[in-house]
C-alpha cells in the first residue's frame, strides 16, 4: 500500500452505492478490514464509528470481552454491507 496513491483515493462505496472518498488505512484486522477499505468510503466507515459509539454506550458493552467484540463485529458488517437506507 503506498501512502502517496492512497490520499484522495476513489472507490465505489458499498454503503453509499457511489463512487466516494476512500479511507487512508485499513481500519480493521484481517480479510474484513481489507475489504473495508476496498469497498467503504471514508465518509462510510465515519458513519460507522459514531454508529458503534452508540451501540457499545447504549448496550453497556466492554470491549476488552471477546463477546462483546464479535458483537460489535457483526454490528459493524450489517451496518456496512447490509444497510439498504443511507443515515
Same mark, same amino acid.
Given at each position: 500500500?503506498?501512502?502517496?496513491?492512497?490520499?484522495?483515493?476513489? $472507490? =465505489?462505496?458499498n454503503f453509499f452505492k457511489k463512487y466516494e472518498e476512500g479511507l487512508t488505512y $485499513?481500519?480493521?484486522?484481517?480479510?474484513?478490514?481489507h475489504k473495508i477499505y476496498n469497498e467503504i468510503s471514508k465518509l462510510a466507515w465515519?458513519?460507522? *464509528?459514531? #454508529?458503534?459509539? *452508540?451501540? $457499545?454506550?447504549?448496550?453497556?458493552?466492554?470491549?476488552?470481552?471477546?463477546?462483546? #467484540?464479535?458483537?460489535?463485529?457483526?454490528?459493524? $458488517?450489517?451496518?456496512? =454491507?447490509?444497510?439498504? #437506507? #443511507?443515515?
Open positions: 500500500m503506498n501512502k502517496k496513491n492512497d490520499i484522495n483515493r476513489k $472507490i =465505489f462505496c $485499513i481500519p480493521y484486522p484481517g480479510l474484513l478490514g465515519n458513519k460507522w *464509528i459514531l #454508529q458503534q459509539t *452508540i451501540i $457499545i454506550n447504549e448496550k453497556k458493552m466492554n470491549m476488552l470481552n471477546k463477546n462483546d #467484540q464479535k458483537k460489535i463485529e457483526n454490528y459493524m $458488517i450489517k451496518f456496512l =454491507f447490509k444497510n439498504k #437506507q #443511507q443515515l
